[in-house]
């Protein structure tokens, strides 16, 4: 190759400029003395103080060892907020946008402050490790996690989360980086056999993984549920010891994904150093015997103990050794930087001149998401926000109040929903006798505790009821349906009444996610009216709870307002539409579409939201939809309305930063980290289902806009595409071996940002590689008529292939095309470069 010796996998705006060699020798000088104190702690241990110390002692923590001074590290999911070791609402945590919102801002270095914040957010709740940042693909827009992963690009991947994980552990808090590798979808996620040949690991899965390793050193990763090519990641000899530590040299700590670890011997020596969660582990008691019994080797042990107590070191928690950070980052405003991320991910793929909306325009808001808006997906990256600023909340505080008006127009859901809005309740945990054991407060009417997540004061053993009890007032006098959500016994009481009393058996769906995620049963309805609130209460004596593997209670307390005929809330919507300067539809997935635990079936909008929309845009031609999910939906008639914003999930400020996009405060910042498709059918993987246990990986290196390229399928909107409030040229492109540099010049009225794309593309390609691949971006800020220069390196690894006969990476020389431009089909400037090279 010739003089490509740029960094392998760029990242110019997320290494702080200031690190000066100086600064490296001492940090090199305290690793050497930080390893000097894990090799003296880890020499004074037994073997059984060290078996324990690799198993979960409860859902969130390792043990503490007090005689090495080492204390108990504690664990905590990620990746859009920190929710600490309890499913509460008592103890709350800013909520960030969600990952996809995250990686459509295209900026690592506003990752890198998310990363601070939540490392903020760690230290303020005890937590050492944050279970995140989520770094698998986007294979197939089917993925129920998809939400929680950054993108179908790898590069992008690698970039968004290499900040994010020098920002958690620029505050001194730990990262896994998960789920290492191809937990790519849910559908039998704990077994199913994902099936993919050695190049496209390597070029796909694997990549921003090992860019993250490269760029950011994490302290932490954690092996995903799922096996690769016929071995569980858990007991990955290859890809963990041989690949992630050997080939790339990584020295932190690998945390099984949640019960994930099922063998002893199989696991410590694949790799596996801590298995979460506790006390009932294959490590521990396990281990140690299987050492005495010499099947498994004490140095084996020891090595993983050194990968913990590693780990303890850096974060504080060892005694003795000075933790990787000793001077904590400035404080950062959490809600401000909620606010900020949000408005910078929106992305506008569709604009006719209706936004920003022009001062002194009325306003219709329809749609249910818009009042009660949904800010973050289902399973373990949900926390509990102390407020949520709706798309309503948002609107109503930045316009006049008779510039607004509300309708709900169609529900996105005709399931009964977790009890929230209008409920007050909380839990009381009573003993046999009925005596009062403790209490929690409890957002949602969701019981959802997990090993030793229990209120103060109640543990496993005493603990016979629950009952979820509180008041409820509704906002729309009428029928209202109550039911519930899990499995056992239940006595359901409204306003006096007995509404049900009866047991919920296990169906033939004996996965006990179903009751955590599962169907919500209607059990009866009360005829309530408004604003007049009613007693509530959903009692719950326990089953075998305490005995199962892992110990915990979830069940729900649903209900479902008056429902009215779905026509005439569609005509009311579209009355209100007619009425006003501009319709502003809010549509949105719900979470039984979106969540950890199973994947979606289709990308349609759940309920009558197309019909809505559908109404709303024949009653004003200035209708702006606002697509309140995580992932793709089909918008069928998104060429019909006059703007179209993503909202993705965006966090607890979601509302206040949509008024700053839609009045034109500020300009929506996002760029489409995934290719957003026309139609299902057209997604290059609408399969995510395994046949005899085995998900084959078949179209290699063809996804996402990969896929797109080759079969010359034109999506929705392409990967990279979002439009702003000021218009780009791109004046001239410079190349060099190693950069390229990149003029342009805001053409528009008004200050901007931009993202400066750069895709290679390379001619006559005889190595079966995509059409184009994205190998670098920079944001760049310019006022109207000013001009700013954009400098992205070139990754050496765009020039190279994965050989899977030598087993390397080999750069193949030839004639490449650099594609610079605001989207992948969006090109504005080319140039070619030649390049030298072994082949
Ligand atoms: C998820 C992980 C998560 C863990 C702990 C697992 O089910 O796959 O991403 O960190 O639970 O909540």
Same mark, same amino acid.
């Given at each position: 190759m010739s003089a490509l010796h740029a960094r392998r996998h760029g990242g110019t705006t997320v290494t702080d400029p200031t690190g000066t060699r100086h600064e490296e020798a001492r940090d090199e000088a305290r690793e050497e003395a930080r390893e000097r104190a894990v090799a003296a702690a880890l020499a004074t241990l037994d073997l059984d103080a060290k078996t324990r110390l690799l198993?979960?002692?409860?859902?969130w923590s390792l043990p503490a060892l007090p005689e090495i001074g080492l204390k108990s590290l504690v664990m905590s999911d990620g990746p859009i907020g920190v929710r600490g070791v309890r499913w509460t609402a008592d103890d709350p945590s800013v909520a960030l946008p969600s990952p996809t919102a995250l990686a459509a801002t295209w900026d690592p270095a506003l990752a890198r402050r998310a990363g601070r914040l939540l490392a903020q957010e760690a230290r303020r709740k005890g937590v050492?490790?944050?279970?995140?940042? /989520? @770094?698998?693909?986007?294979?197939?827009?089917?993925?129920?996690?998809h939400f929680e992963a950054y993108s179908e690009d790898p590069y992008l991947t690698g970039e968004i989360g290499t900040g994010y994980v020098l920002g958690v552990q620029d505050g001194g808090v730990g990262t896994t980086v998960k789920h290492f590798v191809a937990n790519d979808a849910e559908t039998d996620r704990f077994t199913v056999d994902n099936r993919i040949d050695d190049r496209t690991l390597r070029e796909i899965y694997l990549a921003p993984f090992e860019a993250i390793v490269e760029n950011a050193r994490p302290w932490g990763i954690m092996t995903a549920y799922n096996q690769v090519n016929g071995r569980t990641m858990t007991e990955h000899h290859h890809l963990v010891n041989e690949v992630l530590r050997g080939e790339w040299g990584f020295d932190g700590c690998n945390v099984s994904d949640?019960?994930?670890?099922?063998d002893t011997k199989g696991a410590v020596e694949g790799g596996l150093d801590v298995a979460m969660?506790?006390?009932? /582990? @294959?490590?521990g008691e396990a281990l140690a015997a299987a050492v005495r019994a010499g099947e498994v080797d004490e140095t084996v042990v020891d090595g993983a103990v050194r990968n913990v107590l590693r780990l303890a070191a850096r974060v504080g928690a060892l005694d003795g050794a000075e933790p990787a950070v000793t001077e904590l980052p400035a404080p950062l405003d959490g809600d401000a930087l909620a606010r900020e991320i949000a408005r910078r991910s929106f992305v506008l793929v569709r604009n006719q001149g209706a936004l920003p909306l022009t001062r002194g325009r009325t306003v219709a808001l329809i749609g249910a998401a818009a009042r009660d808006a949904r800010v973050l997906g289902g399973g373990s990256a949900q926390v509990f926000p102390d407020h949520i600023v709706s798309p309503l909340d948002g609107l109503t505080a930045a316009l006049p109040a008779d510039a607004l008006a509300y309708a709900?127009?169609?529900?996105?859901?005709?399931e009964l929903t977790p009890a929230g809005q209008g409920f007050t309740l909380r839990a009381v945990c009573r003993d046999a006798e009925g005596n009062v054991l403790g209490e929690g407060s409890l957002p949602g009417g969701q019981v959802q505790w997990i090993g030793d997540d229990l209120p103060e004061g109640v543990t496993y053993d005493t603990l016979h009821s629950i009952e979820v009890t509180g008041t409820f007032t509704p906002r729309e006098s009428g029928e209202h349906a109550f039911g519930t959500r899990g499995l056992g016994a239940f006595t359901l009481t409204v306003a006096g009444e007995i509404l049900y009393d009866g047991v919920q058996e296990m169906g033939d769906e004996a996965d006990p996610f179903e009751a955590f995620f599962g169907a919500p049963l209607e059990r009866g309805k009360a005829a309530l009216t408004e604003g007049v609130p009613v007693e509530v209460s959903l009692f719950h004596p326990l089953g075998q709870e305490h005995a199962a593997p892992l110990p915990g209670v979830m069940f729900s307390l649903v209900h479902l307002g008056p429902r009215r005929d779905p026509d005439e809330l569609i005509a009311e919507a579209a009355e209100a539409a007619r009425a006003a300067d501009t319709a502003i539809v809010v549509v949105a997935t719900t979470e039984r579409v979106e969540s950890e635990g199973f994947d979606r079936a289709d990308l349609k909008l759940p309920g009558r939201q197309d019909d809505l929309v559908r109404a709303v845009a024949a009653a004003n031609p200035d209708t702006v939809v606002v697509v309140n999910a995580g992932s793709p939906v089909e918008m069928p008639w998104r060429d019909d309305v006059a703007a179209v914003l993503l909202s993705w999930?965006?966090?607890?400020?979601g509302g206040a930063a949509l008024a700053d996009v839609l009045l034109g405060a500020e300009e929506p910042g996002g760029r489409l980290p995934t290719t957003w498709p026309a139609a299902l059918a057209d997604a290059p993987v609408t399969e995510v289902t395994p046949v005899n246990g085995e998900l084959h990986y078949r179209e290699g290196l063809f996804t996402g806009y990969r896929a797109y390229d080759r079969a010359g399928t034109t999506p929705a909107y392409p990967f990279g595409h979002g439009l702003g409030y000021t218009t780009w040229a791109y004046e001239a492109l410079e190349l060099s071996p190693e950069s390229a540099t990149i003029r342009v010049r805001n053409t528009g009225s008004r200050p901007g940002r931009e993202t400066v794309q750069l895709y290679v593309a390379p001619v006559d390609d005889r190595m079966g590689r995509p059409a184009r691949r994205l190998a670098g971006f920079a944001g760049v800020e310019a006022g109207p008529g000013e001009t700013v220069e954009a400098e992205i390196g070139l990754p050496r690894r765009a020039f190279e292939i994965w050989d899977e006969k030598t087993g390397g990476w080999t750069a193949i020389s030839g004639t490449y095309e650099i594609h610079v431009g605001r989207s992948l089909t969006d090109t504005r400037l080319r140039a070619t470069l030649t390049v030298g090279g072994t082949d």
């Open positions: 198993a979960g002692q409860d859902m050492h490790v944050l279970l995140a940042p /989520t @770094v698998n693909l986007h294979r197939s827009p089917l993925g129920g996690r949640w019960m994930a670890a099922r969660p506790g006390p009932r /582990t @294959v490590y709900v127009g169609a529900d996105p859901s005709d999930f965006p966090g607890q400020e």
